[in-house]
């Protein structure tokens, strides 16, 4: 079994404050949710508990030792709740391994641990520039490294603890003088999710295809038709007299590059339980839908999953007779714990819940509409490909600046980048306050039902 940390930033930050604040160890309890596959484990940050310094009976440079009191609470919520235990504590000299005290604190602890709630659990170290690295250990104390751990923050850090990552391919070289070697490999090892397949995610799914991602999860629950000929890339006229699925043209397309990239076609919709469990899995996801119930339920994953998330939308204002008033388009960037979509202004409940019910139940969709009790869905908005295709590379260069941080500026300033081309002007804008609806499962993991979603 492999297993994963996932950590939002604000968790991480507090974690760096707390274990960090001085030259000696300290030590924290992450709550965590799960998300469980047949192939890995995943352990996703709910919830940071400090041990206090005042509850450390001895606090060294390379030795902590706590009274267990001051953990008891903690493993009380795990078991309560069902959540899985992961306790890290700093080596502030650097020492980037487990040493033989903490082999014999962990197989001290987690067994007693293992008496209080089922796990799994895991123990991990973080060191002085903020990295972690970390272990699972089983109720018998027995040691597996955790193979990855990913931080979703202002920035997305991406730790692999295996003993070999590979070269840069002669392919990628122009990349690497970019980006950097360690960059590009880590695109190579990263599994990124693209939901919605059409305008602008065929044009995500090309770029990323060409960057070299090692895998990539494409998610669409549509065939091909005659409007999507002039925007979905490598789209052919067979295709749409067929009606493939867009996924699967996609998948092919990708697959033609011949750049190593795997590719998982879907063809669900993002509320499928088999569609999110493919998600959560991933290292990032990138939104590509314009609808209120597609975004909202994306974004709730993300929060629910420990995801970073890029969400991309193109506006077309047009009269019908071939002029356009107004082409604006947005790249949002959001990070679990932080603001969302909604509380962005991007949709309403209320539009959330019009889709939903069109979607459930037609006949009662269309008597609230004509009772004006809702609004109505919006069938079909222009899009041009030339359009889609700035907003889509401004999304993929988005996921560049947070893997491998290049502005002048924090890329917390970034949270949303609104760009309009009637008079090529730019507005960005940072993260707001923590969206209440969308973070209420944040951290969770697998629930049932998923996401709380009632089928």
Known sequence: MNYTLKLSGYQHAALQSHLLQDANEAAAIVLCGRCVTDSQTILIGQKVVPIPLEACVVRHPDFLHWRTDAVEAAFEEAASKGLSVLKIHSHPGGYADFSR????SDKELFPSLYGWTDGPHASAVMLPDGSIFGRHVSDKGRFTPIRRVAVAGDDVRIWDHETHIGEVPTTANRHARAFGAATTLLLKRLKIAVVGCSGTGSVVIEQLGRLQVGELILIDPDCAEDVNSNRIIGLTAEDVECRRPKVEVLKRSVEAMGLGTRVTALPRDV????????????????????????????????????????????????????????????????????????????????DFEAEMLKKGDPEAYK?????????????????????????????????????????????????????????????????????????????????????????
């Open 101 to 104: 005290t903490d082999d014999a």
């Open 271 to 350: 509320m499928n339980p088999d569609a999110i469990k493919a998600v959560a899995e991933c290292d990032l996801v990138f939104g590509c839908m314009d609808s209120a119930s597609g975004r909202h339920v994306l974004n709730k994953l993300a929060a629910t999953y420990c995801l970073p998330y890029i969400d991309v939308g193109v506006r077309l204002v047009a009269d019908g007779s071939g002029s356009i008033s107004h082409v604006c388009g947005s790249v949002n960037y959001l990070q679990p714990g932080g603001s969302s979509l909604l509380s962005r202004g991007l949709y309403t409940l209320q």
């Open 367 to 455: 008597a609230r509409l004509a009772e004006k009790y809702i609004k109505g869905v919006q069938e079909s908005r222009p899009a041009v490909i030339s359009v889609n295709t700035v907003y889509a590379g401004l999304a993929v260069t988005e996921m560049l600046a947070r893997l491998h941080p290049f502005r002048d500026d924090p890329n917390g300033r970034y949270a949303s980048t609104c760009l309009s081309l009637n008079g090529t002007f730019v507005e960005c804008s940072s993260d707001g306050q923590p969206c209440p609806v969308i973070n209420r499962h944040a951290g969770k993991g697998d629930m049932e039902p998923l996401l709380g979603l009632q089928s």
